[in-house]
């Protein structure tokens, strides 16, 4: 376990010091690891972790790469397959983000899966089954003003695309949650308004 514990140290400095190069060095030894203990799921975490990060340094196409070898190292581990999902829709990969999220068994999926899902399904135009999805994350935590929106952004796509004045409706209410939550969600109030006017309620939407 040299090279892990040579990764984890790399990866504390970046932490420390967010210099990428201790980045590119914990990758690394996290590549010399799996090649020393190829067995050792354990190590997924860590391939989660640097994905995690090249995410967040916006460097997509690096951390699907190191998500994928994640989900390779331990193909039960949701969070690989989370991971990966966001990094490919980063990049407009939707369809195969999808692929991606499929593989996360339903019982493991966490409020933030459920959204990523609903993000991707949003893009790829299935706006009922995106509602659906965001309304499951919202059964996991109810309290997110960004997942009410989104539902309702869902719902009013939707209802706009198919001429249902209850998708419409019922996208006013998520909105008015989103509102309720946070009261400066402009975004909200826009789309909001948007609706009600569609609905030929030009006074309120004012």
Do not use: C, H
Request: net charge positive.
């Amino acid at each position: 376990f040299k090279y892990l514990t040579m990764s984890k140290k790399a990866y504390i400095l970046f932490n420390e010091t967010r210099n990428s190069s201790r980045l590119n060095e914990s990758k690394y030894f996290a590549l010399r690891a799996k090649e020393s203990e190829p067995m050792y799921s354990n190590m997924a975490v860590l391939f989660v972790i640097l994905g995690s990060s090249y995410l967040e340094i916006q460097n997509y196409p690096e951390a699907e790469r190191l998500f994928n070898i994640g989900t390779q190292i331990n193909p039960f581990y949701p969070n690989a397959w989370n991971g990966l999902g966001v990094a490919l829709l980063k990049q407009g990969k939707n369809s195969e983000a999808v692929k991606a999220f499929d593989n996360i068994s339903w019982d493991e999926r966490t409020a933030d899966m459920w959204y990523n899902i609903g993000w991707a399904l949003y893009y790829l135009e299935r706006y009922s089954e995106s509602a659906k999805a965001y309304n499951r994350s919202i059964q996991l935590a109810n309290n997110v003003a960004d997942t009410w929106y989104n539902m309702g952004l869902s719902l009013a796509t939707k209802g706009y695309r198919d001429g249902s004045l209850n998708d419409i409706n019922n996208s006013i209410k998520a909105f008015n949650k989103a509102i309720e939550i946070n009261s400066n969600f402009s975004k909200a109030w826009d789309s909001k308004g948007r609706a009600l006017f569609q609905l030929g309620r030009y006074n309120d939407s004012l």
